[in-house]
């Protein structure tokens, strides 16, 4: 890590994340303006892109936010300003996490998660997996691609990307319990440089619209083979986990489970091919795909999240959870 990077990192460190927080209130008490604001604290530096104008759509509140450098340094700065809740009293704090493998991996962890009332847990591995769904799929259809859903074209659509995506989760199920049994013993045992975080699903799958394909005869070896620290299968130990964990994502709705980095990261390929299909018409198969008209949406993948969040499913226990703390400030007032 280079000197910049250590300054980011610690910038984003609970202790500074707080300190801000407090700067922020003060202002804000200063001039009258608690109740106007909902003051939200996220995991990740994109969160903001998909919650904020969620939540001031729920009520009639603007939102401050802060990004932390991942869940545990988000939980870190739960627990500094709840040491100091007296002093908060008469502001909204709302925490965000994604909800990972978390479920499966750190299951008492999880327990206690789940009981803190102003936080809320994404129902599905991540936000990325609101973006990825059926319904996120057909609203993209209809306002990038300018399809209807009486147009012949708009149901092949579908079928074309949910039988590519079906393709896709088969391939990726195990790298998917390969990294929820490294996150397991990284939990349990001890911590260790596993950067998967920098794979992307090219990495791993050949993706075309007619087919997905693996790079790989073996995944799991391939992914062993590249992270040297990772915790391996040829361990007794090891390998029952994985087997244990594949048997809980196998039974689960992998759309909504999978790693959603992955999920976004297959969508935004898959759309580039779509993009590229409809605006030039070869005469090589897919024929249905060619839109008489130049189809323009921005899927650079660093921008996925702000550029389609418009189409990203918002789950109705996200909205449950804003209305109820609108209420609670409304009888504090």
Known sequence: MNRREKLKKARLDAPVISQEFRNIYIKHKNTNKLNDYFYCFYEGQDDSKYYNHRIEGFCNREVSHQYTDGKDNLLK?????????????????????????????????????????NLYITPTYSIENFYTTQKAFERIVKSEF????????????????????????????????????????????????????????????????????????????????????????????????????????????????FRGKFEIDFLNKFLKLLVEKANQKDGKGLDFIYINEKIKIKLTLNDTISNLTQYADTPNCLKEFIQEYSKIKVLNV
């Open 146 to 257: 300018h399809i209807v859903e009486t147009d012949e074209k708009f149901e092949k659509l579908i079928n074309l990307f949910l039988e590519r995506q079906s393709e896709f989760h088969q391939i990726m199920l195990d790298v998917n319990v390969w990294i929820a049994t490294q996150n397991y013993f990284l939990h349990t045992k001890e911590k260790r440089n596993i950067p998967y975080n920098e794979l992307g699903v090219d990495k791993i799958l050949k993706i075309s619209l007619e087919k997905i394909e693996s790079k790989h005869q073996n995944s799991v070896l391939f992914l062993e083979n590249k992270f040297s620290e990772s915790f391996l299968l040829e361990s007794n130990e090891i390998n029952n986990k994985f087997q244990e964990l594949r048997t809980l994502l196998f039974e689960s709705n992998y759309q909504a489970i």
């Open 77 to 117: 700065v739960y627990k500094i300003l709840d040491r100091k809740k007296n002093i908060y009293k008469n502001s909204q704090l709302l925490f965000f996490i994604d909800r990972d493998h978390d479920s499966f991996i750190k299951q008492n962890k999880f327990i206690y998660l789940e009981k803190i009332t």
